[in-house]
């Protein structure tokens, strides 16, 4: 007879950009920013995430608790959904990966404790177990169907304090017109005001929107290699930020380098570009120097 073959758990990442999921450097940067800001200037407060994926963004947001303050996660994971549509939206990008022992180890392999989870749908958080005002960030990222999208920003809206921010994913993606029609909705009807704008992300609050972007102000974005713009939006000012473009020059600078991974055996050339990355957005996350 064959040999029983025991199934093993993925190994625990190393470093965070181990983890899968779409949460990218300039937007690490901006949390990490944002979060580091509110705690320097005395503000305390919980924070939500709506839809955690396999925690890359998780762990970030638990780096950047306080004492006393909580993270709350809810999604699905492996849970079934509640509705056809989430439930094709789910099995088309996220069913065969997705699971709570998976986001759990990920999470715990930079974190002492979990936070507290809610498997459900975010609608569940629209029935007040997370206390009004009691949040000083929320991230939406979760569904990409309006009518839960419209949702979960009320249930951000809710939680959040006088000047707290929240942040939504895929605003402008064009597979995800949902939310992009949820979120301007909010900013059209329901006084979200816009704050900051990046490739992936939509930041925004129902407070003191200039006083968020002074607060952005503060750090030198274009020496970590990041460009900064300012637009408006029916008469309100907005930050925009995206990663700086490379010259020719600099782009010929790093042909060498180029050619060196290229001819390095494949695994030596991931663990490589792996160590480039990191080191790449250890500079773009370092914080900014008190005045």
């Not at 780096?63 to 094709?88: I, Q, Y």
């Not at 498997?119 to 949040?135: E, F, K, M, N, Y």
């Not at 704050?195 to 020496?223: H, I, N, S």
């Amino acid at each position: 007879m064959p040999s029983e073959v025991t199934a093993t758990a993925p190994a625990a990442p190393q470093q965070r950009d181990d983890i899968p999921g779409w949460f990218f450097g300039l937007d690490r940067a901006a949390f990490a920013h944002l979060l580091s800001a509110q705690t320097a200037a005395g503000v305390t407060g919980d924070v939500l995430e709506l839809g955690s994926y396999l925690g890359r963004s998780a762990v970030l947001l638990g780096d950047h608790l306080r004492p006393g303050e909580r993270l709350t996660v809810c999604d699905l994971f492996d849970s079934e959904a509640g509705d056809a549509d989430n439930a094709a939206e789910m099995a088309m990008s996220y069913r065969k990966t997705l699971t709570r022992s998976a986001f759990e180890s990920n999470y715990l392999a930079f974190h002492d404790e979990l936070p507290e989870i809610v498997q459900a749908p975010t609608s569940v958080l629209a029935d007040g177990r997370i206390p009004a005002g009691s949040c000083r960030f929320v991230h939406v990222d979760a569904s990409h169907l309006y009518e839960h999208v419209s949702g979960d920003i009320l249930v951000a809206r809710a939680a959040l304090g006088e000047n707290g921010l929240v942040s939504l994913d895929d605003y402008r993606s064009e597979h995800t017109p949902g939310v992009s029609a949820a979120v301007w909705e909010a900013v059209f009807t329901g006084g979200l005001r816009p704050v900051l704008l990046t490739p992936m992300k939509f930041y925004g609050t129902w407070g003191d929107a200039e006083a968020a972007r002074q607060v952005l102000l503060e750090r030198d974005w274009r020496a970590d290699g990041y460009t900064v713009d300012e637009d408006t939006i029916a008469g309100r000012r907005v930050l925009r930020l995206n990663y700086q473009v490379k010259t020719p020059a600099q782009l010929q600078r790093s042909t060498p380098r180029r050619l060196a991974l290229d001819l390095l055996p494949p695994v030596a050339t991931r663990a490589t570009r792996r160590v480039l990355r990191t080191l790449r957005e250890r500079r773009a996350v370092r914080p900014t120097p008190s005045a």
